[in-house]
């Protein structure tokens, strides 16, 4: 099978700017947000929750976890074919317009539905200790669904000419079973395409049938210890990953994330076998900005895949991309990722 693109993302396009919590903020949200998690707010609460923080942002820059690990991806220098599904809006603040930022990277974007009258989505990341807590508006993503809808034969043929598809999440209601029909259909026309999954915690806390659906589909679930509990309703990691792994086609790998190392559950036949991959855990102060850390580690997992190294390879990169990115705010580490990339193919052509 020869594929048009190595990785296609499916997810948000955002404006995300950082900031410290301060204690306006702090007054402002409280009891109505989930600290630590990502959460849905209106345009009136994140413009307030801006104005508080205004002076104190640190950084800005276009986001969205599928548009995140695809950036990151065109950044390692690797060569990837890359491309993206999703729906961009105009910008808060003044330069270049979401696509053209996109097609800078090399990132193709001909199903990128460009919405210039409207206000892209906005995503404000506080953070404290190493932890962030992500205020989301949706803005033009809530037109996913209706983007989708028109165009499905065209999103069907695009993602089914993709090595690998990498889904993350949306907050409208109706993208969850859209996403679900687009991917069966991908499913049903292109059977090697595989298909990497990252909920977020909005998501896996959702209890839906459509996002059962995706991590059903999904060849590796991506998932920190927070998320794989939502999905996997309740009990241990083990039992979480045995309910996500017991449907589904052969070979489906869930990956639980934490600070000490990464899991990897993987069923054969009727056992299920997990695997630790240890790291050194960065301490709290050496943190800058655990926003977007987990999308370094999906573009770990997904530069492994197209590059026809093992699964285990793949987690070794994602935790090395993901470390690296704790260590910078926001995307500035970027330039260094192709280094990061490259201490890990070296390595990995040293041991075989
Ligand atoms: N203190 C730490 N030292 C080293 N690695 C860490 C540390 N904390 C987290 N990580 C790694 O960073 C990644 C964080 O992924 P996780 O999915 O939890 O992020 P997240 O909070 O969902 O962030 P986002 O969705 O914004 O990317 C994981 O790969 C984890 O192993
Ligand atoms: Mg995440």
Not at 47 to 63: K, L, N, Q, W
Not at 82 to 94: D, H, I, K, N, T
Not at 181 to 193: F, K
Request: charged share 20%; glycine share 10%; aromatic share 4%.
């Amino acid at each position: 099978m020869v594929f048009r693109f190595d990785v296609v993302g499916v997810g948000a396009l955002n404006f995300d700017s950082i900031a410290p919590v301060s204690p306006a903020a702090r007054s402002l949200l409280r009891g109505g947000v989930d600290w630590g998690a990502e959460c849905r707010v209106g345009a009136a609460t994140v413009d307030a929750a801006m104005r508080t923080v205004h002076a104190a942002v640190v950084r800005v820059a276009v986001g969205g976890s599928a548009y995140n690990t695809v950036a990151a991806l065109a950044h390692t220098g690797a060569g990837l074919r890359l491309g993206y599904v999703g729906v961009a809006g105009r910008l808060p603040v003044p330069g270049a317009p979401i696509v053209q930022r996109l097609q800078r990277l090399g990132i193709d974007t001909e199903l990128v539905r460009d919405v210039p009258g409207e206000l892209s989505g906005v995503c404000l990341s506080l953070v404290k200790d190493g932890e962030r807590t992500l205020l989301v508006h949706p803005g033009a993503n809530d037109r996913m669904a209706g983007h989708l809808e028109s165009r499905f034969e065209q999103v069907v043929q695009y993602l089914s000419a993709a090595r690998t598809v990498h889904v993350t999440s949306l907050l409208d209601e109706r993208s969850p079973a859209v996403l679900a029909d687009v991917l069966a259909a991908v499913r049903d026309r292109s059977p090697e395409t595989a298909l990497t999954f990252d909920p977020g915690h909005v998501w896996a806390g959702s209890g839906t049938a459509p996002v059962a659906a995706l991590a059903t589909m999904a060849d590796h679930v991506l998932v920190n210890e927070r998320e794989l509990l939502a999905l996997g309703a309740t009990g241990d990691d083990t039992w979480a990953a045995d309910r996500i792994l017991r449907v589904g086609r052969p070979g489906r790998v869930v990956h639980v994330k934490r600070p000490a190392g990464v899991t990897t559950f993987i069923r054969s036949g009727p056992l299920l076998r997990a695997r630790f991959h240890p790291q050194d855990t960065l301490a709290a102060d050496l943190v800058l900005d655990a926003t977007g850390a987990g999308d370094l580690y999906a573009a770990g997992v997904l530069a492994a895949l197209a590059g026809g190294a093992h699964q285990h390879d793949g987690v070794r990169l994602g935790l090395a991309l993901a470390r690296h990115k704790l260590l910078h705010l926001a995307d500035a580490g970027h330039a260094d990722l192709a280094a990061v990339y490259e201490d890990w193919a070296r390595r990995r052509a040293r041991t075989g």
